[in-house]
């Protein structure tokens, strides 16, 4: 019997950083148990440098990345949605479409690197922390039972996960 295919959405308003790196992640650290996507309300059109540069510093792929609309994933034949996390407070706000499947939903707030006004070392030092807080909780995901803990619970502990501090 094989193992489930969990489908995880990650959302932020540009789908530029944050987003971005948390689909990366999870793609990687799942271990084909898991297909992360991002995506944004409000996309800003590119990905932000310094998440590619955070995530090539980890050797994670690049390749294919691109900010997109959420609107993208609630088109019919979009995959069924397990999971949406939202990462950033002012999409977590924000009234998002239907998405297919009847998916548990937390939220994840991390700081916006992209926001951070500085040098260039202070933007990096941002991505870097961010990229560590996305995947300490990532990890902490990862552990969890999911074909064994009941929905209620389940999303008991997706809640925890969002307020787990590095």
């Not at 489908?7 to 950083?17: I, P, Q, W, Y």
């Not at 590119?46 to 691109?66: C, S, W, Y």
């Not at 609630?74 to 998002?96: H, K, Q, R, Y």
């Not at 996305?134 to 064994?148: D, G, H, T, V, Y």
Request: some cysteine; charged content about 20%; aromatic content about 8%.
């Amino acid at each position: 019997m094989s193992e489930k295919m969990y489908h995880v959405l990650f959302l932020c308003t540009g789908n530029s950083a944050r987003s971005i790196m948390a689909e990366v992640l999870l793609n990687h650290l799942g271990k084909g148990r898991f297909r992360a996507y991002s995506a944004g309300s409000h996309p800003a059109g590119m990905v932000n440098p310094f998440a590619i540069a955070q995530l090539e510093k980890a050797h994670l792929p690049t390749d294919g990345l691109r900010s997109k609309s959420w609107d993208e994933l609630a088109l019919p034949g979009s995959p069924s949605i397990d999971f949406v996390f939202t990462v950033c407070d002012n999409a977590a706000g924000e009234v998002c479409p239907v998405w297919p499947g009847q998916p548990l939903t937390a939220h994840w707030g991390i700081a916006d690197p992209a926001a951070v006004l500085g040098t260039d070392q202070e933007k990096r030092q941002a991505f870097s922390l961010a990229f560590n807080q996305l995947s300490r909780r990532i990890s902490i995901f990862l552990s969890l039972p999911l074909a064994k803990i009941d929905r209620m619970a389940l999303k008991h502990e997706l809640d925890r996960i969002g307020h787990c501090e590095e």
